[in-house]
């Protein structure tokens, strides 16, 4: 981060850090969304913060704050905000093409609750990260996740990636066996090169990112998630190691 906001400033353009996995991380002691430049958050269900949907913009820009919040609401006038409360007005004006992007009352509520848990509840995924290392790290067939000096991980994802060249079957086949298991897992994720849209509207072939093409197709995130038991932790280390063993070359 430290590295972007210099080049963005050396060369005057705005930086904005999508942090939709990030809450609550923080970098050499600095918390996410404070380290000087507008921060854009998911409270989607998997998040560790979780709103069902939605999420927050974050900005010490006053005039930034003011027109996200108009624009997030069909750019109406902002008195249109209390139109609704006692002393409110029925009249409001629309001044800008805006959009519906607001976060809804209930859903605030929810997050609001969720803000009150978000240490413990990140502090929970990281116990559990922290087990499926310790399992994981010396089985050859898995690689886990590098942990940063200095950096506090929020665990929204716990992605290992597996040798393929000591397993005899791939990736699909590997997450197959985990599904029968009972264990769910997911990819995070496909290269945006591989996509219909982006190879369409702007050319990409194949090969013409070698590294995510090289990483894609050995990535496994296993389940992580605060109210998981150590029993189900267990099971999927047990999972985990049970197919390496069965398909090891």
């Given at each position: 981060m430290e590295a972007l906001l210099a080049i963005a400033a050396e060369y005057e353009v705005k930086e904005v850090d999508d942090a939709a996995h990030a809450l609550p991380a923080s970098i050499g002691g600095r918390r996410i969304g404070a380290m000087g430049c507008p921060t854009a958050f998911s409270f989607?269900?998997?998040?560790?913060?979780?709103?069902?949907?939605?999420?927050?913009?974050?900005?010490?820009?006053?005039?930034?704050?003011d027109r996200v919040r108009l624009m997030s609401l069909h750019g109406i006038?902002?008195?249109?905000w209390k139109r609704y409360a006692a002393d409110g007005s029925w009249f409001y004006e629309v001044v800008e093409a805006g959009?519906?992007?607001?976060?809804?009352?209930?859903?605030?509520a929810l997050g609001r609750v969720q803000l009150r848990r978000v240490e413990a509840m990140r502090d929970r995924r990281r116990t559990i990260a922290a087990c499926y290392h310790r399992e994981l790290a010396?089985?050859?067939?898995?690689?886990v996740p590098l942990i940063r000096e200095g950096v506090e991980h929020a665990w929204h994802l716990y992605p290992v990636?597996?040798?393929?060249?000591?397993?005899?079957?791939?990736r699909g086949r590997f997450m197959e066996e985990l599904r029968r298991r009972?264990?769910?897992?997911?990819?995070h994720?496909?290269?945006?090169h591989q996509q219909p849209f982006y190879a369409r509207r702007y050319g990409y072939r194949a090969n013409d990112f070698p590294v995510a093409e090289t990483e894609y197709p050995r990535l496994v995130s296993l389940?992580?998630?605060s109210r998981m038991s150590e029993d189900d932790v267990g099971a999927v280390v047990a999972a985990v190691t049970e197919i390496v063993w069965e398909f090891r070359v």
């Open positions: 989607y269900a998997t998040k560790t913060l979780t709103t069902a949907e939605g999420g927050m913009f974050c900005t010490d820009d006053d005039s930034l704050a006038s902002r008195d249109a959009y519906k992007y607001n976060l809804t009352d209930i859903a605030a010396s089985v050859p067939e898995t690689e990636r597996l040798h393929l060249d000591r397993l005899c079957i791939d009972q264990i769910g897992a997911s990819v994720f496909i290269p945006l389940p992580i998630y």
